[in-house]
């Protein structure tokens, strides 16, 4: 058996070290430079689409496909799964379960990144704690002070007027999330259902300093097999 984990993630980097010994390949999209190394064999880039997606299955020997991916990289985890039932290989998609408020946590859900302009006021100062992948749906929000962080210095301008990026590689502590929003001045923070403990410390943050949060509701699962914890993804790479 040949394995695909495709990673990217915190959670896939765990999974990687419980899978020494076993036939796998790594695959990461390249969207951060200098990723982390995994200790399994590594690919970087894309597979250029769908058809490109199936030759390399075929020529690389895949027999199952664990997708590790984001939680919002909803677009490659249908394709994947798509794929892999139509080839008949296993599929099985690690997803970490989302954050829950907590007493004191001001959180509104909205369903998509434009539908933030309609609750904050102009003048304010939004942190975007979104990635930069879907920034430009933010650009609706004129009149407000935009500070995206991002992992990666930027290669060009930001793409709209009022906004800025901040350069910074997780993690970060909640003392230093606080100082951050602190020193910038932080009205709102907007941030994406990733779930995990190492990305909450900003949503503490903003407990502590009774700021407002909108969470980016997470997109709608398909029917393939969905599990929740790194033991059961191990669980289901042994079984194989």
């Known amino acids: 058996m040949t394995l695909l984990l495709l990673a990217g993630t915190g959670d896939a980097k765990r999974i990687a070290a419980g899978l020494r010994g076993i036939e796998v390949v790594a695959s990461l999209a390249g969207a951060t430079r200098d990723p982390d190394v995994l200790p399994i064999?590594?690919?970087?880039?894309?597979?250029?689409?769908?058809?490109?997606?199936?030759?390399?299955?075929?020529?690389?020997?895949?027999s199952a496909v664990l997708d590790a991916t984001h939680p919002y990289a909803h677009r490659i985890t249908a394709r994947t799964a798509a794929v892999c039932a139509d080839l008949g290989l296993p599929f099985l998609q690690y997803l970490r379960p989302g954050w829950l408020p907590e007493p004191g946590d001001n959180w509104t859900e909205i369903a998509r990144e434009e539908d933030a302009?309609?609750?904050?006021?102009?003048?304010?100062?939004?942190?975007?704690g979104t990635g930069r992948q879907t920034l430009e749906r933010f650009a609706n929000?004129?009149?407000r002070r935009v500070i995206?962080?991002?992992?990666?210095?930027?290669?060009?301008?930001?793409?709209?007027?009022g906004g800025e990026y901040l350069v910074g590689r997780p993690p970060f502590s909640v003392k230093d999330e606080v100082a951050l929003f602190q020193r910038l001045g932080v009205d709102w923070l907007v941030v994406k259902n990733a779930g995990g403990a190492a990305s909450r410390t900003k949503l503490t943050a903003a407990r502590q300093l009774g700021m407002?949060?909108?969470?980016?509701?997470?997109?709608?699962?398909?029917?393939w097999s969905i599990v929740?914890?790194?033991?059961?993804?191990?669980?289901?790479?042994?079984s194989l």
């Open 148 to 161: 995206c962080r991002r992992i990666d210095p930027p290669r060009g301008p930001f793409p709209f007027a």
């Open 228 to 238: 929740q914890s790194v033991s059961e993804a191990l669980d289901w790479v042994r």
């Open 41 to 62: 064999p590594m690919r970087v880039g894309g597979f250029g689409g769908e058809a490109g997606f199936r030759d390399y299955l075929s020529d690389a020997g895949i």
């Open 212 to 223: 407002p949060v909108l969470m980016i509701a997470r997109p709608t699962q398909g029917d």
């Open 117 to 128: 302009a309609a609750l904050i006021p102009e003048g304010a100062t939004v942190f975007l």
């Open 141 to 143: 929000l004129q009149g």
